[in-house]
């Protein structure tokens, strides 16, 4: 039986060949460069040299992770992870690479979600500063990797959350160029000892957006004031508060509305890491809920020939890959992403939203297999069971990220039409060229006055000419016109019929607001001569498209 001493009553017996989930006993790196092997080899290492009681029981006693954070520094985890190839200089070994981000993602919370997020914060810390034009300040950020530091992202507020709009954080000019800054900010990763602690504030003299401004400050200034962790936890989550804090010129990050888009897109960036964690832990709790009941017997069979403990282990294992494929698809976005090429705002919150909430199903699946055992101190399962929830509320909760996604979706979705999978490659610039001039029908529903039924608020032709982007901005303009959609209004039922051979986007049956004219809209039909079982995509077409379409059948 090949064990691993942190897994010790966990892990799965038998074979060392990789396997579709991470196992520190298989796992070797491949498809990773030589030093990116040695950084996530080093840290298994680390992990599994501790073993799974000491591990839990630092845990218990909520310790500081100083004896990590001594390897981080050491081996240059986080200097070669995250600095940048333009704050490199010249070490060929560093860079910003988010499939080796994500890696990392997976093992350290396989290990512990503490552990993940000293990690977590410190990105969320450096986004700021690396989307920054101070040169001193990412030359600054760069050598205190090196020297293994960590970082601190100030954001939130005990009153406002991530309201930054509403920010008490405030800058008042110094008369030098500088600030002096005054005020608290809490829930803070890192603010205990980060390098670098980036902070969102607003200047006192400026009103509006021109007023935001992202400044660094230093966590050990005696103007800098740690009030307390907020959680009982391994983890340092702080409460600071500055009084008088010197902001010279080199400190100041971004200023006016670019310190508003530092502050989301770093958050873009750093949530994207939560999935992952989400992976690891489920990971591990696989592990331990399969070898208890394999190990287990109960009315003289194994608890794992029990068919429905059959069926749970299976569903879970299925969610699991499946969180574990969409995140590799996603990664791929993330580094594939461009001004052109945006699907990752789209999987990017996908990513944060449903993978985290798939992790709390797994976790469900698998405590119905592990029951009471699951809440024992010396299992892993007792802390995944805790910390799996946490993941869906940090960097933005499950309903900002759905909103997000309903948000790109319909421009997704409306490329989707024109690029149909087909056996040759599409020509980009038709594909735009469609976008430009083919008609595009928008509706959107909602239960306006409490029947259980949805009404059609808006069904309406909209293009021909229009781009795309501007064809669905005047359709929320008008969706969401509370003169023209009242809160209360009549309903009556609209009967659509089609065609032989036409396949609806929408149900034939909608209840419509009274006095709404249901126009022609846009199908997909297909060739019947072609269609047997399956559709044979590249003999779909869409009926009433523009001739510029690369699907474009010659029919109206």
Known sequence: MTQSPALTGSSVAGSTAPTALFNPATFDGAGFDEETRRVLLATIAWFEDRGKVALKQHHHDRTWYADFLEFIARERVFATLLTPAAAAGGDPDKRWDTARICAFNEITAFYGLAYWYTWQVSILGLGPIWLSDNAAARQRAAGLLDDGAIFAFGLSE?????DIYSTDMILTPDGAGGFTANGAKY????????????VFGRRADVEGPEGYVFFAADSQAPTYELEKNVVSSQ??????RLHDHPVAADDVLHTGPAAFDAALNTVNVGKFNLGFASIGICEH???EAITHAHNR???GRTVTDFPHVGQMLTDAYARLLGMKLFGERSIDYFRAATAEDRRYLLYNPITKMKVTTEGERVIDLLWDVIAARGFERDTYFSRASADIRALPKLEGTVHVNIALVLKFLPMYLGAALLSIATEAELDGMNVVAALQTTTYAFCQSADVDGDDYSTLLEWQHYGMGQTFAAAYTAFEAAALNPAVYPASI????????????????YPPVEKVADGTTVADYAVFGYDPAYFTQEPFFDHWVVTGESALSPRYSGAD
């Not at 983890?235 to 600071?240: D, G, K, P, Q, W």
């Open 235 to 240: 983890m340092y989550v702080s409460e600071f």
């Open 297 to 299: 017997v109960l009315y």
């Open 285 to 287: 709790a696989f592990y």
């Open 187 to 198: 829930y803070i990763g890192n603010g205990n000892l980060a390098g670098m602690v980036s």
């Open 490 to 505: 009549d309903l009556y039922t609209v009967t659509r019929t089609c065609g032989q051979n036409i396949l609806l986007f």
């Open 158 to 162: 005990q009153a406002h959350g991530a």
